[in-house]
């Protein structure tokens, strides 16, 4: 199973990033764009994972939601990786770091690598990929006057997603889903 932690976003601003990914696609060619249903913050990308994992997995998210409330998640800003002047990858996140995203991605972090994970190379930072560029562009003058409309998205859940690579874009689906700060687990 392919396997990542992420946090889902509320429809409202889903679709308010599905709309912004419209108008962008008219001034950024060559790339692929998420699904409005595909759009999240991941927290861990895992890959290949064994189903004989699935226990430890679904242990670790339900620990890791206990240790962070509910919390407010802006998303202000757009931005590029590797960096708007030779970009793959095209995203929406906030200006100002998250603490309770930062405590929850760290929670994450120390136990997928206690669990035998290799250490993850980046720091997690929250956004949303708007799309994966095949060739990469400069997109300076693409994002570095344009600011999104703030959106805020209320994070209140846990997501351990799987994700089914098919030719017309990837199917996620939640293995397991936990309420931050220790509400019901649900899927």
């Known amino acids: 199973m392919r396997l990542f932690y992420c946090l889902e976003l509320p429809d409202a601003v889903r679709n308010d990033l599905a709309r912004l990914s419209r108008e962008f696609q008219v001034r950024v060619r060559g790339g692929t764009w998420v699904a409005p249903e595909n759009l999240h913050v991941t927290l ?11 226990p430890s997995l679904e242990g670790l998210g339900q620990n890791a939601a206990l240790r962070v409330e509910p919390f407010e998640l802006f998303l202000d800003r757009f931005g590029a990786f590797p960096h ?22 760290q929670q994450v972090e120390e ?8 250490p ?3 720091l997690a930072h929250p956004h949303v990929t708007l799309a994966r560029l095949r060739i990469p562009q400069d997109l300076t003058s693409v994002i570095g006057g ?5 959106l805020q998205a209320r994070v209140g859940a846990l997501t351990l997603m799987q994700s089914d690579l098919r030719p017309k874009g ?4 939640p293995v397991a889903r936990w309420a931050l700060g220790g509400g019901d687990r649900g899927v």
């Open 44 to 54: 861990r990308f895992l890959g290949e994972v064994g189903e004989d994992l699935l």
């Open 84 to 105: 708007p002047g030779r970009a793959r990858v095209l995203w929406v996140g906030p200006i100002r770091d998250s603490a309770p995203f930062a405590i929850l991605a």
């Open 111 to 118: 136990g997928v690598q206690a669990l035998g994970f290799p």
């Open 120 to 122: 993850e190379r980046r």
């Open 146 to 150: 344009a600011a999104p409309p703030v």
């Open 170 to 173: 990837p199917l996620y689906r």
